[in-house]
């Protein structure tokens, strides 16, 4: 299996990738998911080792990172950060200079995207973006290629976001603008999408043709929608705003409702965890036009392609 190149020793948003690189982690991801499904080995990152740091708890991200080294051959530890010196006030800086004296690559899942910045700075090894306050490249890339696996051309489809203008849409707005496929954000004023990010998004949408709207209109937004996405109205480290956004975000939860307002045959995506009756209603989680527990498997294959490609 040819391992696909990268210009970017990081991956701290899909930014860091170009479109061209991004296709060819999702056809070597495929690859890889074909060869777990059928028992073949793929032993790519043999003696390699990732150490990921966490700042916030995990289940997803903990495990498909872990499981995925561990399937390619190399070894995953897993550090708290209460249980390593960073909890104690060593620097991002001297942690990623110990860290690359040890490790062929670190993940990190932290508050501050500042400190993922810092980290990769710093360290001569891979750094990944586990999730920071600003972006989840991961979450993003595997969501796209659950979309690719599905139908491999972006243009002319378009997905539609409902709730908080997080770290999770912003990720989706870059990576959707960058692969051509219309993205429409639909959150409570105060709560939309970053303006830097929402810039961005404007740009790489100019170059790929297609289009990016940010409203506060749910309607307007899930309108021809094909695909209908939701995240958590109160994300970690929030939780103390949690009522509030209970309130303010009542009317931007997917529910039968909505789903009708989309293109007919639209899916339900959602990064998971759900807050099940909050953003999202049980009977649509548990329906079949969910494809929520595709995007969760697909993490563990989009990653492996990724570690393989960054550590390989
Ligand atoms: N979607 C996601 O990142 O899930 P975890 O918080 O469980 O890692
Ligand atoms: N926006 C959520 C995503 C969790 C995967 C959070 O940051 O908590």
């Known amino acids: 299996m040819k391992i696909p190149v990268l210009s970017s020793k990081d991956l701290l948003t899909v930014m860091s990738l170009s479109r061209k690189e991004?296709?060819?982690l999702f056809d070597f991801a495929a690859k890889l998911k074909k060869a777990q499904?059928?028992?073949k080995p793929h032993r790519l990152l043999e003696?390699?080792?990732?150490?990921?740091i966490f700042e916030k708890t995990s289940t997803r991200t903990r495990v498909s990172f872990e499981i995925g080294m561990y399937q390619l051959g190399g070894y995953a530890?897993?550090?708290?950060?209460?249980?390593i010196q960073i909890g104690r006030g060593e620097t991002i800086s001297d942690t990623a200079r110990v860290l690359s004296r040890y490790a062929d690559g670190i993940m990190i899942r932290t508050f501050s995207h500042d400190k993922v910045i810092e980290l990769a700075r710093n360290a001569d090894i891979p750094v990944i973006n586990g999730l920071s306050d600003l972006f989840h490249p991961c979450q993003a890339l595997s969501d796209l290629f659950t979309i690719y696996e599905r139908e491999p051309g972006f243009a002319g489809r378009k997905l539609a976001y409902v709730g908080d203008g997080n770290n999770v849409a912003h990720s989706l707005m870059l990576c959707s603008a960058m692969l051509g496929m219309?993205?429409?954000?639909?959150?409570?004023?105060n709560y939309q999408p970053d303006r830097e990010v929402v810039s961005?998004?404007?740009r790489l949408c100019a170059e790929s043709g297609s289009h990016v709207t940010v409203t506060t209109d749910i309607k307007m937004a899930v309108e021809n929608a094909d695909y209908l996405y939701t995240d958590v109205w109160t994300s970690m480290g929030q939780e103390r705003e949690a009522e509030k956004r209970r309130r303010v975000f009542r009317d931007y939860k997917i529910t039968r409702?909505?789903?009708s307002k989309c293109a007919d045959g639209c899916r339900v995506m959602h990064c998971l965890p759900a807050h099940r009756g909050e953003e999202i209603e049980d009977e649509v989680l548990d329906s079949d036009v969910a494809i929520v527990f595709d995007q969760a498997e697909n993490r563990l294959h989009?990653?492996?392609?990724?570690?393989?490609?960054?550590m390989g």
Request: positive net charge; proline residues 2%.
């Open 200 to 202: 961005m998004a404007f």
């Open 77 to 83: 530890l897993f550090l708290s950060h209460n249980d």
């Open 182 to 189: 219309d993205i429409a954000v639909a959150t409570p004023k």
């Open 47 to 52: 003696g390699k080792t990732l150490a990921m």
């Open 257 to 259: 409702a909505l789903l």
């Open 302 to 310: 989009v990653q492996k392609a990724l570690l393989c490609a960054l």
């Open 22 to 24: 991004i296709i060819s």
């Open 37 to 39: 499904k059928s028992g």
